[in-house]
């Protein structure tokens, strides 16, 4: 896989005067297209780094793509507006371009895929030791120089072997799972031994996420819904409610 | 404005057993597609309540309506899977259905809305007295029972002339705020005298909804983006940052 990355970063706050006059650092909103095979596939608006990550992880936590090894190549222009996707083979056009599909409750927008999604499988099974869950939870707080700026954004680690590998923040807690699961996949880091922790909510788009990403365990500070524990006990996902200490 | 609701509502938590073999109460996931004059227009995944009055926030927040007088009829069917909205008017088609449009970090897998959305307007002046802003602060916490069961869901509340006339809890920011908007659409109670609070974080997403809805002013727990300061500047609508005391 190529990256072809002009654009880089941009800082993700900045320092503001407030209605009030007091002075503020705010988290930064930038918004980009994710393009595959030409084909415009997703609008995200996300904080301006780690772009060609944000844009894989996405295509797998959404089921576009299944491993990294489909990428041919990913290039982000010079502003960062666009995030090219060159896949090595074409896309599967969805049988009924405009059907129904089963949506989550902050992408309620989205009616259809364009392409034919493959059905979830189930996770790797892989014992999960405590100490790995606290590792995560400790780690809150600790490297996240965004939220601890602004307090306004959402974090999503990524451990193996006991080990956080990656820090990821962004405005939403969907685009901060997909750029820790872009850098694993850039890196060659096989999901199937890594653990995910978010510090946002766990309803089923999450763990919809977490599944296609095919990790065995998500770890998280909030409370799943129903329909989340459901669907993680259904694939397989390991999910431990854990509190920052 | 007819309201047809054959569905009503469903307990909106659920007590479940955790894998680890306590018993937890969790919210309840609920999906449901708005259809706007038979055309498919959103699908939304919420807490199976106040329905009718969801679609009639997000149809106005969104920017599909501009006010309830165009509204005709909202039916709800039995199970509460669908829910239809009849307009007054046909719906404007989209110049180029395919272009890209703004989105925000959480809606970000929409491309293109499909009708002719007019440009935001700037927000009705209205002077806010601290006390209102106190009161909402306040009273978070209170009479908000599907957070304290749960302690996983958002929540928004209308207050006008200092007093709190909605609490509307959802597992998203959007529907709590949507379902706020849609009670006082369908009681007639007039937007440009009402005040927001959001238990959220406040990106442009949710700036554009205030806007929409019409509200001089937005309350949050949460600090905005740089984004949303300056969107909110710009429409004239007052964001107030006030943490639960």
């Known amino acids: 896989m190529q990256i072809m990355d002009q654009f880089g970063a941009a800082p993700g706050a900045e320092s503001v005067r407030m209605p009030d006059g007091t002075e503020r650092t705010l988290a930064a909103e930038h918004a980009a297209a994710i393009l595959v095979n030409e084909q415009p596939a997703f609008r995200v608006v996300c ?31 010079a502003q960062g507006l666009k995030i090219s996707v060159q896949l090595r083979h074409p896309l599967a056009a969805a049988e009924q371009a405009g059907q129904e599909v089963p949506s989550c409750c902050t ?11 493959p059905p979830l499988a189930p996770v790797p099974q892989r014992e999960i030791p ?23 954004v959402h974090s999503c680690l990524l ?42 909510r766990v ?8 599944i296609r990403a095919g990790v065995p365990a998500l770890v998280s500070k909030s409370m799943p819904t129903v329909q989340s524990l459901e669907l993680a006990e259904e694939y397989g996902l390991k999910l431990f409610i854990r509190q920052k200490k």
Not at 47 to 66: D, F, K, N, S, V
Not at 107 to 117: G, I, K, M, R
Not at 130 to 152: C, E, F, K, N, S
Not at 161 to 172: F, S, V
């Open 203 to 210: 309803p089923v788009d999450m763990v919809r996420k977490a």
């Open 130 to 152: 405590a100490a790995w869950v606290d590792a995560l939870a400790d780690a809150m707080g600790q490297g996240l120089p965004l939220y601890r700026a602004t307090h306004a």
């Open 47 to 77: 904080t301006p780094e780690l772009l060609p990550q944000l844009a894989l992880g996405r295509l797998l936590t959404e089921g576009w793509i299944t491993s990294a090894d489909e990428v041919e190549r990913v290039a982000v222009c």
């Open 159 to 200: 451990l193996r072997a006991g080990k956080i590998l990656y820090r990821c923040e962004d405005l939403g807690r969907h685009n901060a799972l997909d750029k820790a699961v872009g850098c694993a996949l850039t890196e060659g880091v096989p999901l199937a031994e890594c653990v995910l922790f978010t510090s946002g």
């Open 107 to 117: 992408d309620n927008l989205t009616l259809a895929s364009p392409v034919q999604l």
